[in-house]
């Protein structure tokens, strides 16, 4: 975990764009992430009270040791508190898209200070891939964490939950962007390029994540919870072409 200072709260918003995009995940959960995000103000709260006793006790001629400790202990932890959900509220990424029609610039919807969807668009070539030159076991332990960072230059890291996301393919020509996303591979590659069990610089990670980006769409698709998957859960590459993903989660 990076330190970084939370930028001003009270700045003013940046105008959404509405712009066509292709939605390629959105993370679970993200009704109740925003709630807990703006339940805060309870934790500020809870501060102020620590300032009112904290006054309380210092005008005092003895003030209890215990009792300054209990009060700095309490400050502290609303203030950790606070700093963690903020950190994570802007990178459990809610939604990912690749905008259109350009398929350059890549869209990471988080949470503001505040709860408020915060859009970040970021271009192509600052997004680390996380699955590029590992191996498949590698690709294979990533995909079952519950949270998979990755990197943008200049930026941030970003987390993305693969086991319990929501894989979001409209159509059924764009049904790998998500993998060849993952992987670093050129967005406009033939899917055949890697049905082979090889990717066009020649490695082998690119099956699995072809096969694990495959067989968490299907089970999307048909409505069944995703589950973390394990060795004998991800299917040889299959391209696939009746293939058709339904969008069923809610919106944020």
Same mark, same amino acid.
């Given at each position: 975990?990076?330190?970084?200072? @939370?930028?001003?709260?009270?700045? @003013?918003?940046?105008?959404?764009?509405?712009?066509?995009?292709?939605?390629?995940?959105? +993370?679970?959960?993200?009704?109740?992430?925003?709630?807990?995000?703006?339940?805060?103000?309870?934790?500020?709260?809870?501060?102020?009270?620590?300032?009112?006793?904290?006054?309380?006790?210092?005008?005092?001629?003895?003030?209890?040791?215990?009792?300054?400790?209990?009060? &700095?202990?309490?400050?502290? &932890?609303?203030?950790?508190?606070?700093?963690?959900?903020?950190?994570?509220?802007?990178?459990?990424?809610?939604?990912?898209?690749?905008?259109? @029609?350009?398929?350059?610039?890549?869209?990471?919807? #988080?949470?503001?200070?505040?709860?408020?969807?915060?859009?970040?668009?970021?271009?192509?070539?600052?997004?680390?891939?996380?699955?590029?030159?590992?191996?498949?076991?590698? #690709?294979?332990?990533?995909?079952?964490?519950?949270?998979? @960072?990755?990197?943008?230059?200049?930026?941030?890291?970003?987390?993305?939950?693969?086991?319990? +996301?929501?894989?979001?393919?409209?159509? #059924?020509?764009?049904?790998?962007?998500?993998?060849?996303?993952?992987?670093?591979?050129?967005?406009?590659?033939?899917?055949?390029?890697?049905?082979?069990?090889?990717?066009?610089?020649?490695?082998?990670?690119?099956?699995?994540?072809?096969?694990?980006?495959?067989?968490? &769409?299907?089970?999307?698709?048909?409505?069944?919870?995703?589950?973390?998957?394990?060795?004998?859960?991800?299917?040889?590459?299959?391209?696939?072409?009746?293939?058709?993903?339904?969008?069923?989660?809610?919106?944020?």
């Amino acid at each position: 975990m990076k330190l970084q200072l @939370p930028s001003n709260p009270f700045a @003013p918003r940046k105008p959404r764009l509405v712009v066509p995009k292709l939605v390629l995940y959105r +993370g679970r959960g993200m009704l109740l992430f925003r709630f807990i995000v703006r339940a805060k103000v309870f934790q500020l709260m809870g501060f102020l009270a620590c300032a009112v006793f904290a006054s309380v006790v210092l005008t005092t001629s003895n003030p209890d040791p215990m009792d300054l400790a209990a009060v &700095g202990a309490l400050a502290v &932890g609303c203030i950790v508190t606070s700093y963690c959900i903020w950190y994570y509220s802007g990178r459990y990424v809610g939604e990912m898209s690749l905008l259109l @029609p350009e398929r350059r610039v890549v869209r990471f919807s #988080v949470l503001d200070f505040w709860g408020n969807r915060e859009d970040n668009d970021v271009p192509l070539e600052r997004v680390v891939a996380p699955w590029h030159n590992r191996s498949v076991a590698e #690709v294979r332990s990533q995909a079952r964490q519950s949270l998979m @960072p990755i990197e943008v230059k200049d930026d941030r890291q970003y987390y993305i939950s693969v086991p319990h +996301g929501h894989v979001l393919q409209k159509e #059924v020509r764009n049904k790998r962007v998500l993998q060849k996303l993952l992987y670093g591979a050129p967005l406009d590659q033939e899917d055949g390029a890697t049905a082979g069990g090889q990717t066009a610089d020649g490695s082998e990670q690119g099956a699995a994540a072809q096969g694990i980006v495959t067989h968490v &769409g299907r089970t999307v698709g048909s409505g069944a919870p995703v589950r973390g998957l394990g060795t004998s859960d991800i299917p040889p590459v299959d391209p696939a072409p009746g293939l058709r993903l339904t969008t069923t989660c809610g919106r944020w």
